[in-house]
Each structure stands twice: as structure tokens, then as C-alpha cells.
């Protein structure tokens, strides 16, 4: 009602007085008009009884203008506000009605963002995207995992700064994340070693170019040799061997998926951190071990094809000889050899004269002889020269003519009396 004798009516309620007028004066009957509004004959005869007695006001519904019978009472909306303000105050509407049932008030996202919307402490957020062409998942699960690190205060300054080595399913949205102090080679070896354990091996990865998955230097003489159209990251080399296909993206926009996951954890992650007071790598770790399966329960969705294409390694598989950091160095002559500044001794005689050096994700360092461990000691501290000994060799050098030598000096060598001109 707009007012004092004034009704106020729909388009589709003017449209049903109009046919229910019709049908009072007998133009049309009302099994007729009951298929013009789509109702049944015994609807039509209660609207032709209502307006009859009320006039035109009898199309309006009784309950236009009055609270539902169901709403929320104020009681639990004002609750719900006050806990939002005083506990969730960034939360988006979805993620603090998920956590307002946790303390006991049962509210859909979208009763509590008109809520906050009316209260003012929500704002609607339209989302614009550039219009991108679209790529279909893949098919299986385990066909493709998108890869990525993300920088972020995940702790919000109550702890170090972590990075997140996160994967995801392009099939099927299913997750997996570890917390790391950087983004690097050990680092991504050891998040993709506790993907294999938990999934098994994927088809394929997508990742971007980042130093630490697609390396820049130029290739050398042996990797020519071998072949190779380009140099590969200890990474690449890794993926390679255990028969992993690497992509590359050339564009944040082309592994979308992964990207967006980032956006939803900077939201959802870091609010479940704050709530527990997290502040140190480990108890991140800890709370996105507990995190992982309802979120993985919650966004997942079904595949095209249901199987599960992750080939599971068997027990005597030695994954730690693949993930580690492999570097070829020759032997010296006195049984040695170097790497990065420490210098190490082998206790054994090698046949070769190459050795592969393996640092592996627990931190052992093996020398390696193709498939044989090689015993070693690291030399902590070289050998000094003792001053005390003379060398000799000095004796034994030419002496150093003086300066007013002849052989220093601009003259006419063909005038000097001790040279002999030999003729030609």
C-alpha cells in the first residue's frame, strides 16, 4: 500500500485484476481464465471472491507489507553483528557466516552480507575481468598439477616472512600446500617429494619461469653434446627424470587456477592463523595439514573421467637419489674434490675420474660413482705452508738483467761489437 486509498500493485497483479474483472463479468469463464494466469480453477474462484468483497486491493497478497514468519529474530541478527564486528571485522560475508556457525549462529552468506550491507560495514564488489579465452581441464585426475610459490605476510607480521608452495589439480580443484622460509630448488624438490607421497606422480606440471623451474644460463660444451636445445634447472632435471612433462607458462593469466587458489588463501588461511595465533613456519604447517581437507571437501569438483592418472611409486623407489641438488665434479690428483668452497676427501680408490655430488632434501651430502656411495671426509681447515722452508727454485732461476742493459736499451743492434751479422 503506498497510502491512504492509493493501492499500489505489479504489473503482473494488474494484469491478473484484469482477467479476474473479465471473469466477474461473465466475458470469460474462469476455467478460461485460470489458463490466461496460470492457476487453477479454485484459485481463480477465491481471487474472484477476494476482489468482489475488497475491490481491487482483494489481488493483493495479505502478508505485502508485513514481516515474514520465518525471519531471523533481532535478537541473533544484532549477536551476529556485534561478533562480527568484534571478531571477524575483514571477513568476507561467505567465509564469517562459516565461522559464525562455529560459535552457534546458523546464517546463509547471503542473509549476512544484507545484513552488513544495511548495517553499512559491508560494500557490494562488482569484479571485472578482462576477457581471456577460456581453457577446457583437463579430463583426469592427476593429468595436469599447476605449481607456483607465493609471497605473502602470511603471518601478518607476528612471524617470519613464508612463501607457500602450492599445487592444484586442474581437474579437479584438490589441493596441496607447505609452508617455506623461500622460493627455491630444495624447497620445491620438497614439496613435490610430499606431493608423490600423498597423490602419487602427475602427468604433467604448469609452471611459470621462474630461476628456480626454468634456468637462464647458456648451455655448456657437454650439454651440447648431449643434445640439448637448452639448459635445465636442477628442478627441470629432476621432473626429467622421473619422466614428468614440464610446461611453461609465459603469462600469470595462463595458469589462472593456481593463481586464484593464492587469492582464496591470503583470504581464508591467513584469517584461521590469526584466529589460532600462529607465528612460526612450523605451526603454519601444522594449521594447513588441519586446513587442507575441508577445504579440498568443500571446492573440489568432480572430473570429466574418473580416473585417477597419479602413478603411485613403489616402496624400494628411491625418490631422494632424484629430488637433490646433482653436481659433476672431477677428481684432483690428490683424491679431492670441491664444491662450493668446502673441499672433501675421498677415503677410496675410483675408477672414475668424474664424480656426481648429491645434496639430498635432508640435508646429507653422497659423492656418487654412478650407483656407488663413495666414503668421504670433509677437510675442515687446508694446510698451511711452512714458512720455514726454503724454496729452491729460486736458485735456479735466470738472473733479471739490469737496466742499463744492452737488451733494455733503443740501440742499432747491427753497430753493437759482440753481434755477428750473418749474411743472407
Not at 475491490?55 to 531471523?72: A, E, F, M, T, V
Not at 643434445?227 to 632435471?237: K, T, Y
Not at 597419479?310 to 637433490?324: D, G, M, Q, V
Request: net charge positive.
Amino acid at each position: 500500500m503506498a497510502g491512504k486509498g492509493i493501492i499500489e500493485m505489479s504489473l503482473r497483479e494488474l494484469k491478473r485484476l484484469k482477467v479476474i474483472q473479465e471473469a466477474i463479468d461473465k466475458h470469460i469463464t474462469q476455467n478460461a481464465a485460470g489458463m490466461m494466469i496460470g492457476l487453477s480453477e479454485r484459485q481463480v474462484r477465491r481471487l474472484v471472491k477476494a476482489v468482489r468483497a475488497e475491490g481491487d486491493g482483494g489481488i493483493i497478497h495479505k502478508y505485502r507489507g508485513r514481516p515474514s514468519n520465518r525471519r531471523i529474530p533481532e535478537k541473533i541478527k544484532a549477536r551476529a553483528i556485534a561478533l562480527y564486528k568484534r571478531k571477524y571485522p575483514d571477513f568476507g560475508p561467505t567465509l564469517a557466516s562459516e565461522k559464525l556457525s562455529e560459535d552457534g549462529i546458523t546464517l546463509s552468506a547471503e542473509c549476512l552480507r544484507r545484513w552488513l550491507i544495511e548495517a553499512s560495514i559491508w560494500q557490494k564488489r562488482r569484479k571485472r575481468s578482462e576477457h581471456r579465452r577460456w581453457r577446457e581441464r583437463k579430463e583426469c585426475f592427476g593429468q595436469m598439477v599447476q605449481m607456483d610459490g607465493s609471497h605473502h605476510d602470511w603471518l601478518e607480521g607476528r612471524g617470519p616472512e613464508l612463501v607457500l608452495m602450492g599445487y592444484i589439480d586442474d581437474a579437479t580443484n584438490t589441493i596441496f600446500a607447505r609452508f617455506y622460509d623461500y622460493e627455491g630448488t630444495i624447497p620445491a624438490m620438497d614439496s613435490f617429494s610430499r606431493y608423490i607421497r600423498k597423490y602419487g606422480l602427475p602427468q604433467s606440471v604448469y609452471l611459470d619461469r621462474h630461476t628456480t623451474y626454468k634456468s637462464t644460463r647458456k648451455l655448456t660444451v657437454s650439454e651440447y653434446a648431449q643434445g640439448l636445445s637448452a639448459p635445465l634447472s636442477q628442478f627441470e632435471r629432476a621432473l626429467k627424470e622421473l619422466g614428468v612433462e614440464i610446461i611453461h607458462a609465459y603469462s600469470p593469466q595462463a595458469k589462472g587456477r593456481v593463481e586464484r587458489l593464492f587469492g582464496v588463501l591470503q583470504d581464508r588461511l591467513v584469517k584461521e592463523m590469526r584466529l589460532r595465533g600462529t607465528k612460526t613456519k612450523e605451526e603454519a604447517n601444522e594449521v594447513i595439514e588441519e586446513y587442507l581437507p575441508g577445504h579440498n571437501r568443500k571446492f573440489r569438483t568432480a572430473a570429466v573421467n574418473s580416473a585417477d592418472m597419479h602413478t603411485r611409486l613403489p616402496k624400494y623407489f628411491n625418490l631422494s637419489r632424484i629430488l637433490c641438488k646433482k653436481t659433476e665434479r672431477t677428481i684432483k690428483g690428490d683424491n679431492t674434490v670441491a664444491l662450493d668452497g668446502r673441499l672433501f676427501q675421498i677415503e677410496e680408490n675410483v675408477p672414475a675420474k668424474k664424480v656426481i655430488l648429491e645434496e639430498r632434501l635432508d640435508g646429507s651430502l653422497h659423492i656418487m660413482a654412478g650407483d656407488i656411495g663413495l666414503k668421504y671426509k670433509e677437510i675442515a681447515e687446508r694446510p698451511k705452508p711452512d714458512k720455514t722452508i726454503v724454496d729452491r727454485r729460486v736458485w735456479n732461476r735466470p738472473p733479471i738483467p739490469a737496466k742499463n742493459h744492452p737488451w733494455r736499451r733503443d740501440d742499432d743492434w747491427s753497430k753493437h761489437p759482440k753481434r755477428r751479422i750473418y749474411p743472407y
